[in-house]
């Protein structure tokens, strides 16, 4: 039992319990969980497109299965979070009519070109392993569906960035023109991965409410500094040098400085002006257009079956 005055909302988020479909929560609390798990799904399904690119042109068989694993898991990953986002009341369908007509985003990263094998792996290395330092927090999200959603994402995830580093391992230990690929897609990769952690904490509308609802639990540019200070050692590992000159260890902080983040490409990304936003919702566009014939057959099967169970 709760103590009594206080909502069983509030005495859920002061004891860091769980909060459950069923349980009454405020207005805003359920619209920005909508909104975060809605573009969180839009992004898994948004970032196929990059890495699916390259699956007919992958060098090798072994590197075929593996993106087609990993592209194929992030499918799975958006219809968990589709599936989490359906406990708050909204509909599938106007989440993606949301995301077709712009009134809904997905991540700025994947407005990025991948233009050559390398990217892929620079994709499953840098923007994966961001992907885990900011989803693994959510695994303790004070939303039930939103945490358990991510325990499973997490596990996959590490998969990803474990390919991608291994890819991009073998390419700068390859030949000259293998290592100055690997090093070319890092040098592009680099400063949007740090752009998906989102804006400064200063200028951050949602972070005060997300963090006092136990929604976010480390803020936008702890996250950021987090994953610099993984990605440094892990890059003089791969013998590649971070296109960030202002790159300095800090003995006293116990991180790595780095250099000033253009914001404004942040923006300028999230407002549709990135180089492929247009080619990524033309095809999801297209996509969904072109499987509607599926889904009808699948009502309209799953009807029948309805109707057969019932004879
Ligand atoms: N791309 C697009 N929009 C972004 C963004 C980015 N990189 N960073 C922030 N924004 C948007 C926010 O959505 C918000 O806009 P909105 O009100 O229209 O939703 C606005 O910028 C202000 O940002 P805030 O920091 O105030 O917003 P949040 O508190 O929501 O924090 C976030 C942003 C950290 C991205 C948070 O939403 C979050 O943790 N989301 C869940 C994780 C997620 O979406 N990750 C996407 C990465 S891709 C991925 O995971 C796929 C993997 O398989 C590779």
């Known amino acids: 039992g709760y103590p009594r005055g206080v909502s069983t909302f509030e005495a859920l988020i002061a004891a860091q319990d769980r909060v459950e479909p069923r349980d009454e929560m405020p207005g805003d609390y359920r619209a920005t969980l909508v909104r975060q798990?809605?573009?969180?799904?839009?992004?898994?399904?948004?970032?196929?497109?990059?890495?699916?690119?390259?699956?007919?042109?992958?060098p090798s068989l072994r590197r075929?299965?593996?993106?087609?694993?990993k592209v194929q898991d992030e499918a799975g990953h958006g219809l968990y979070l589709y599936a989490a986002a359906e406990t708050l009341g909204v509909d599938r369908d106007d989440l993606l009519e949301a995301l077709h007509t712009?009134?809904?985003k997905y991540s700025s990263i994947f407005n990025y070109p991948s233009l050559t094998w390398a990217d892929v792996a620079a994709i499953g290395w840098l923007v994966d392993g961001a992907a885990i330092v900011n989803q693994v927090p959510l695994g303790r999200c004070s939303y039930g569906p939103y945490a358990r959603a991510m325990v499973r994402i997490c596990k996959e995830e590490?998969?990803?960035?474990?390919?991608?580093?291994?890819s991009l391992l073998t390419m700068s230990r390859g030949t000259p023109a293998q290592h100055a690929m690997a090093q070319d897609a890092v040098d592009r990769w680099w400063?949007?991965?740090?752009?998906?952690?989102?804006?400064?904490?200063?200028?951050?509308?949602?972070?005060?409410?997300?963090?006092?609802?136990?929604?976010?639990?480390?803020?936008?540019?702890?996250?950021r500094q987090r994953f610099v200070d993984?990605?440094?050692?892990?890059?003089?590992?791969?013998?590649?040098?971070?296109?960030?000159?202002?790159?300095?260890?800090?003995?006293?902080?116990?991180?790595w400085d780095f250099g000033?983040?253009?914001?404004?490409?942040?923006?300028?990304?999230?407002?549709?002006?990135?180089?492929?936003?247009?080619?990524?919702?033309?095809?999801?566009?297209?996509?969904?257009?072109?499987?509607?014939?599926?889904?009808e057959a699948a009502?309209?099967?799953?009807?029948?079956?309805?109707?057969?169970?019932?004879?």
């Open 37 to 58: 798990i809605a573009q969180h799904a839009h992004s898994e399904i948004i970032g196929m497109q990059p890495e699916g690119d390259w699956i007919t042109r992958a």
């Open 299 to 311: 009502a309209a099967y799953a009807a029948k079956q309805g109707t057969r169970g019932a004879a």
């Open 191 to 223: 400063w949007p991965s740090l752009m998906m952690f989102g804006p400064p904490d200063a200028e951050s509308p949602h972070s005060a409410r997300s963090t006092a609802w136990g929604i976010k639990r480390f803020s936008n540019d702890t996250l």
């Open 158 to 166: 590490s998969f990803h960035q474990r390919q991608g580093f291994e």
């Open 102 to 104: 712009g009134r809904q």
């Open 260 to 295: 000033t983040i253009d914001f404004t490409e942040l923006r300028e990304v999230v407002s549709g002006n990135g180089p492929c936003n247009e080619v990524r919702i033309g095809r999801r566009v297209a996509a969904h257009e072109d499987g509607a014939w599926v889904r």
């Open 230 to 255: 993984l990605a440094v050692p892990q890059a003089e590992a791969l013998g590649l040098t971070l296109p960030d000159p202002d790159l300095r260890w800090d003995e006293e902080r116990g991180s």
């Open 64 to 69: 075929k299965a593996i993106l087609l694993a």
